[in-house]
């Protein structure tokens, strides 16, 4: 049976280009870029190479890009090198704000930092497409507000944020504080890379957070851009690696592949796949919606990336849904790749306003770039028969639905 793979927002395969541009730093160019001689001169250049190309693809100087282990270092670094500023600096909690929406990267840190009491932070809520409102984080703002961290655009339902917004909001807030009490402003941009436009001074960022194999790279690099005068405290100590701020000999083949990837994106070849990609998933959403009964579509329908279609299906349970998908050949997520193993309904669905048991349905089918039109008339071939199968055997099922659900 032919497996498709509809799961890109949980990782993607290491493309070809970019795997050959990593091979000769495992084997021949294996130099350490700190050595002097020219087996750690080459791999020095290489690594200067690939941060030159995010710098370009960010729009900002090579200095402010920082290589990590991946999108969940990157924003570590951020919150706790920042909290570690201000508590070191003025003796007193920061406060932080965020969305219920963030990936537990954030989320998970930021309550980290609350329960060892070094941050207050504010959770804001979104609305039922997972849109966060402007109006909310500048009212959640305080005296001791020294970070917004919003992500770009959600893993689990793809709904866009207003990012852009945001950062000229904070930077009009900002000219009114004095300058060591100045907000910063992150984004996770982890699943938005490829996608939307990352020009981090169109989107007036101080902070943005990017993770290699979203995007064709390797697993296990990442980086965060860091603008000149952010004052973040380093959370690895030891060698001066990544100016200070990230020590530890560089994972070389990595970076290399994490630069091939980006080149990549900006090809014109790369483009036409994502125009193709958004009329896909369109066709997606529109048979899923058109072929089955009693299903919500999660997210915004405009505001969303072009790879994700995300589905709560009311009666079932969506591991259920995913394990008959996998039987049939075909791979998806019931939302994050991280939560996928746990059966608490996902906070983003939570958040957007979903009950439990209908957050319980949730499906996430996340297209790449080589998905074809086939691969998702295959899709849509055997997914209403699951739907119905699961629905006949389930409690819940619809023809029970004016029961009401036993308490679980
Ligand atoms: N942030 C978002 C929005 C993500 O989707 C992910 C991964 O799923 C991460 C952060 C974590 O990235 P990494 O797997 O590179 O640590």
Request: net charge negative; no cysteine.
């Given at each position: 049976m032919k497996r498709i793979y509809l799961d890109y927002a949980a990782t993607t395969p290491t493309k070809k280009e970019v795997w050959e541009a990593m091979k000769p730093y495992f084997?021949?160019?294996?130099?350490?870029?700190?050595?002097?001689h020219s087996f750690g001169q080459k791999a020095r250049a290489r690594v200067d190479w690939a941060r030159e190309e995010l710098a370009r693809f960010l729009n900002c100087?090579?200095?402010?890009i920082i290589f990590t282990s991946g999108g969940t270092e990157s924003d570590n670094l951020v919150l706790k090198g920042l909290v570690n500023y201000y508590l070191n600096t003025f003796k007193t909690k920061p406060h932080l704000i965020t969305s219920q929406i963030e990936h537990h990267a954030i989320l998970h840190t930021c309550q980290d930092l609350e329960e060892r009491g070094w941050a207050e932070v504010s959770y804001l809520p979104v609305d039922q497409y997972g849109r966060l409102k402007v109006a909310e984080v500048e009212k959640a703002i305080?005296?001791?507000?020294?970070l917004v961290s919003i992500m770009y655009?959600?893993?689990?339902?793809?709904t866009i944020e207003p990012i852009r917004e945001v950062g000229k909001m904070i930077e009009r807030v900002n000219r009114k504080r004095a300058k060591e009490k100045r907000i910063f402003f992150h984004t996770d941009a982890v699943q938005a890379v490829g996608y939307l436009n990352c020009d981090v001074q169109h989107l007036h960022l101080d902070l943005l957070s990017l993770s290699g194999h979203k995007i064709g790279g390797p697993k296990g690099i990442g980086a965060l851009y860091v603008r000149k005068g952010v004052p973040l405290q380093p959370e690895l100590t030891g060698g001066a690696q990544e100016f200070g701020l990230r020590a530890g000999t560089e994972n070389v083949p990595g970076i290399v592949g994490l630069g091939k990837a980006i080149e990549l994106l900006q090809s014109k070849a790369y483009q036409n796949k994502v125009a193709r990609m958004v009329k896909l998933r369109d066709y997606l959403i529109e048979n899923v919606l058109k072929t089955i009964d009693d299903v919500i579509l999660t997210g915004h329908s405009t505001e969303r990336l072009p790879n994700s279609a995300s589905f709560c299906f009311k009666y079932v349970e969506g591991e259920s849904i995913l394990i008959s998908l996998d039987l049939e050949g075909v791979a998806a997520s019931s939302g994050s790749a991280c939560t996928?193993?746990?059966?608490?309904?996902?906070h983003v669905l939570l958040a957007c306003g979903l009950d439990h048991q209908t957050a319980q349905g949730s499906i996430r089918l996340t297209l790449g770039e080589e998905t074809k039109k086939e691969e998702i008339d295959h899709l849509l071939k055997v997914l209403p028969k699951i739907i119905e199968r699961l629905r006949k055997m389930s409690p819940f099922g619809n023809q029970n639905k004016n029961q009401k659900p036993k308490e679980r």
């Open positions: 084997l021949t160019e294996f130099g350490n870029p700190s050595s002097l100087q090579p200095t402010e305080r005296e001791n507000t020294i655009a959600n893993n689990e339902i793809g996928s193993r746990s059966l608490e309904p996902s």
